[in-house]
């Protein structure tokens, strides 16, 4: 059986596992993540390698990395939460582990993961969405991740949803990710306890009256519960999730729309009303089969499952 190493390099921690060729992790282990120390990051990844490999015998490892890739999936051109800039990882690594490296940007590998074993294995095509801070993703079609000219496609949280809206992280403004993320969420949900308390009573319990204490997961939670305050930050974000798949539907035409991401994880009180969303807007919706919008099914393990299959597929 075919063992490949999938590693997870995020914000807050990083994750590495076994993984076997029906996409099972066999032993996970995680360290905090040092923060924006690039020579942490890598001496981090190799202990954790080293550490699998005692006991399982693997032939590649892939990491999933925050940035931009390049077409040889092996130095990162660009990261945001890091000092990389043209950093050739995987000959780094290589070299420190003596396996085969192959790198991947982190929402390109969560996409990959939720294709081969997740809720898209039974599609040929896919677009999968991860909603969290901001709004990243992986586009499969014809059974092959596209990555583009320079490696560098799927970056799907900023195309522009508002002329001259919002500011973006990026440097732009009005990007999808300024009104369909986590950040978005917040935002919503802040003003609404802010201008409608009453509206709001569940949220603002949560967060002992004061709107500015408001959580994502206090969010999530109250509209579980049925705080229309909650339900309505939550639409929101819905209608502008909903506006960007009708575009990438009208310019992909996949199968399927995954959702992932930490948003996500709030279930029917995102997916409904951005389905609905998506539907309103699709172009020639009545003369076409309409994709369906599904959860993402392999929770925060998608991104080390990806990677450690696109390594075993090197």
């Known amino acids: 059986m075919v063992l490949t190493i999938g590693v997870d390099i995020g914000g807050t921690k990083i994750a590495a596992g076994v993984v076997d060729e029906n996409g099972e992790i066999l032993r996970m282990l995680r360290q905090p993540s040092p923060a924006r120390d690039s020579e942490s990051v890598v001496d981090t990844v190799v202990n954790l390698v080293g550490s699998l490999k005692k006991d399982h015998e693997v032939e590649a490892i892939g990491v999933g990395a925050a940035g931009f890739v390049n077409t040889g999936r092996g130095r990162v051109i660009f990261a945001p939460n890091l000092a990389w800039r043209d950093e050739p990882l995987g000959d780094r690594l290589e070299e420190a582990t003596s396996l085969p490296v192959v790198v991947e940007n ?125 339900v309505d930050a939550f639409r929101e974000i819905a209608h502008w999730l909903g506006q960007g798949m009708a575009d990438l539907g009208a310019i992909l035409d996949p199968e399927v729309f995954v959702l992932a991401g930490g948003v996500s994880e709030a279930g029917h009180v995102l997916l409904e009303p951005a389905r609905e969303a998506y539907e309103q807007k699709l172009t020639a919706v009545e003369y076409r089969e309409v994709a369906p919008v599904v959860l993402a099914s392999l929770g925060n393990d998608a991104g080390i499952i990806g990677a450690a299959d696109l390594a075993a597929q090197r």
């Open 106 to 230: 982190d929402a390109n590998a969560a996409a990959w993961g939720e294709f081969r074993f997740g809720a898209a294995r039974e599609f040929n095509s896919a677009a999968v969405i991860t909603v969290g801070t901001g709004i990243g993703g992986g586009i499969i079609i014809d059974g092959q991740l596209r990555r583009g000219t320079a490696g560098f496609a799927g970056e799907i949280g900023h195309i522009n949803m508002v002329s001259d809206g919002l500011p973006c992280g990026c440097g732009q403004r009005g990007c999808w990710e300024v009104y369909s993320s986590g950040g978005a969420l917040l935002r919503a949900a802040r003003e609404i306890a802010r201008t409608d308390r009453e509206r709001a009573t569940l949220l603002l319990d949560l967060a002992s009256g004061d709107p500015e204490a408001i959580t994502g997961l206090m969010v999530t939670q109250a509209a579980q519960a049925g705080c229309s305050g909650a």
